[in-house]
């Protein structure tokens, strides 16, 4: 492959654009996987339970919560 | 992959151009997503249904599979809703 090709600006902002929706998708991925765990305990029904879904929902949003708290914990101990 | 690797080295010719790189990369990726989903998938559920392993998977166990799969995957989208609508 042509270098100049990988270092094209459209190729650079491709390859960015691409980066960043790995990232997000891995993300979900893995907020899936723990919250899962967490919230659904019982054999999977024909559909969530109201509560299941809320526990779902909030699951993902207090990860980022704490994740923003420890990253500011990490950052004070400097 | 190996087609790309194979064809990038082809004899200095007919190099790819960006955007068949741009489709093939794509392409890698979302095999790769699929890929990673199904075995994760594959495993909950197997965890969830599959409680005592008998000789053959009983009508039971496959109902709960099916469920179990598409409860996953509506999972995956109240996350991802979660992180990405609501609040930020």
Redesign the interface.
């Given at each position: 492959m042509d270098n100049s090709a990988l270092n094209s600006a459209q190729m650079q902002q491709f390859l960015n654009q691409e980066k960043e929706k790995a990232m997000l998708n891995e993300m979900v991925a893995k907020l899936t996987n723990v919250c899962w765990d967490k919230c659904i305990t019982s054999t999977p029904g024909s559909k969530f339970s109201s509560s299941e879904s809320a526990c779902l929902a909030n699951c993902a949003q207090r990860y980022l919560d704490m994740s923003v708290i420890i990253m500011k914990r990490f950052q004070s101990m400097q | 992959m190996d087609s790309f690797t194979s064809s990038?080295s082809g004899a200095g010719s007919s190099?790819?151009s960006?955007e068949e790189?741009?489709d093939k990369?794509?392409l890698q990726?979302a095999q790769a997503?699929a890929q990673?989903?199904l075995e994760?998938v594959t495993g909950?559920?197997f965890e969830?249904?599959i409680t005592k392993p008998g000789s053959s998977l009983s009508g039971s166990e496959s109902s709960?599979v099916s469920?179990?799969v598409?409860?996953?995957i509506?999972?995956?989208g109240?996350?991802?809703?979660?992180?990405?609508s609501?609040?930020r």
């Open positions: - | 990038a190099q790819f960006n790189f741009m990369l794509k990726l997503y990673e989903f994760t909950k559920c969830k249904c709960c469920r179990c598409d409860r996953y509506e999972a995956t109240i996350i991802g809703r979660a992180l990405f609501a609040q």
